[in-house]
């Protein structure tokens, strides 16, 4: 078969390089300047994106008694907003004029007001009832995702048109990956340093919300000050919201990723906060402290690895295809979620990194090749519509995604208060202790077959015609 791959690469497989397709010029390519401008709010979003499932239930459940269900309405509710709200400001994005462009006013706005929001998340009234306190959380969920929502959609847009080149969309989400796997270190150790810089953890966290609000800020707006947007972006008219939403949701190869995406991270959200409660009630025998310093340790080792995977995926993506790269990162994936019935031990508490191990190259390739894929769709559907629609795109993606996220909360603390588990009480039944372990381990291998079922659907025209 003929070889349409870019100019000085290795072409990939018949899968992903249709007949006729023209392949775009390799001097499209972003610099790595602009990736790097852009990939620093990676920083930002991995707190943005991941904090709730860190720190909500160790201090709203553990430290401050909120019931677990309350906890996880809030964590759902305001995502729910979160995901309506992103629709509204891709199209907005998408139809926005201005001398400094289309996405960079919202990059740099929502960055700030991210930050703010975020420091006021943990400042909840400690001396109020639980009920209250429960109430504070929703609220100011609601404030922070807002915020949220006007950073992380006009972002994840530029980020789509930064290239176009069919390699290089790969390229610039592994700049992404790098980004967040650096600012990802920080996510595992934000419960130790509450446990160590304040009285307590609900008066450590206060600090925690301040030190890493600045951080927020400061890596968001470097995208919004130093990334150029490309002019022909934005020539066309405004959009229909209407035509644009349903042309963006009948799209079959749209569709396909959104599938595969949300059925991972369902299966990673439904669960995920059950690692916290199995180490520190099965692993430690409720040893708060060993537990937050494991998790910090456990969490870098994750994150580097990803680090290091990032160019290896984009590597093999390459030679193997996208879809093929995939569906070896999700086997990964699987086997390491199912590990944990073995690896999460009293007698070797560290053994658990090893299942984190295997479950890390999988998670790298959703995030460097959804998005890669995504843009592949955004290119062909520029070339059929003569549009450019990142922003509905990326919108639409990040909606759905927000979705499934803000049920798989709210459902995860019922599966919490379904397993048995009581705040009230430092020694957890046996019975509630196996609940959870087989909870944790064969929920997400459940989602990981769907989304693999997802990826195997997924038309072989990537790129545009």
């Not at 497989?13 to 300047?33: F, H, Y």
């Not at 996405?103 to 960055?111: D, T």
């Not at 419960?191 to 307590?200: C, Q």
């Not at 595969?260 to 690692?275: K, R």
Request: hydrophobic share 50%.
């Amino acid at each position: 078969m003929k070889n349409t791959s870019s100019p000085g690469s290795a072409g990939d497989p018949a899968e992903n390089i249709p007949n006729g397709s023209v392949v775009p010029d390799p001097q499209c390519a972003a610099s790595p300047g602009q990736k790097a401008a852009w990939a620093s709010g990676a920083i930002a979003d991995v707190y943005m994106a991941n904090v709730f499932s860190y720190l909500a239930m160790p201090i709203y459940n553990v430290a401050l008694k909120v019931d677990a269900t309350m906890v996880g309405w809030g964590m759902g509710l305001p995502r729910i907003w979160d995901a309506l709200a992103d629709v509204i400001i891709g199209f907005l994005s998408d139809n926005t004029r201005s001398r400094w462009g289309r996405r960079r006013p919202y990059i740099f706005a929502g960055g700030i007001l991210s930050g703010l929001a975020f420091a006021l998340v943990w400042m909840p009234p400690a001396s109020a009832s639980p009920t209250a306190i429960g109430a504070y959380f929703i609220a100011f969920g609601f404030l922070f995702y807002t915020a949220y929502s006007i950073f992380t959609v006009p972002w994840g847009a530029l980020g789509l048109e930064l290239t176009d080149d069919y390699h290089d969309r790969t390229n610039v989400q592994v700049w992404k990956t790098i980004a967040q796997a650096v600012g990802g270190i920080g996510l595992g150790w934000l419960w130790w340093l509450a446990l160590r810089i304040g009285e307590n953890e609900i008066e450590g966290v206060r600090y925690v919300g301040l030190i890493f609000g600045a951080i927020i800020i400061l890596a968001a707006i470097v995208p919004a000050v130093f990334c150029r947007e490309r002019a022909q972006t934005t020539a066309h008219a405004p959009l229909s919201f209407w035509k644009a939403a349903g042309a963006t949701f009948t799209n079959r190869s749209f569709l396909c990723i959104m599938g595969f995406t949300i059925f991972t991270i369902m299966g990673l959200f439904l669960v995920n906060a059950f690692a916290l409660y199995i180490n520190i009630y099965h692993v430690f025998g409720g040893k708060k402290d060993a537990v937050a310093t494991l998790n910090g340790v456990a969490n870098t080792i994750f994150q580097l690895a990803g680090l290091g995977l990032a160019p290896v995926v984009a590597f093999v993506a390459r030679r193997l295809g996208k879809r093929r790269t995939l569906l070896g990162g999700f086997t990964f994936v699987g086997i390491g979620f199912a590990s944990s019935w073995w690896t999460y031990s009293p007698a070797f508490p560290y053994l658990q990194i090893a299942s984190l191990a295997l479950i890390s190259p999988g998670l790298s390739c959703l995030w460097i090749l959804g998005p890669s894929m995504l843009a592949d769709t955004c290119a062909r559907d520029a070339q059929t519509t003569g549009l450019r629609r990142e922003g509905m795109f990326n919108a639409s993606y990040v909606w759905c995604i927000k979705v499934g996220i803000s049920m798989t909360l709210v459902l995860s603390g019922y599966m919490l208060s379904w397993s048995g588990f009581n705040p009230e009480i430092d020694l957890q039944p046996t019975g509630v202790l196996t609940n959870l372990r087989l909870l944790y381990a064969i929920v997400p291998v459940v989602f990981i077959v769907a989304a693999a079922a997802c990826v195997m659907a997924y038309p072989k025209e990537n790129l545009p015609r």
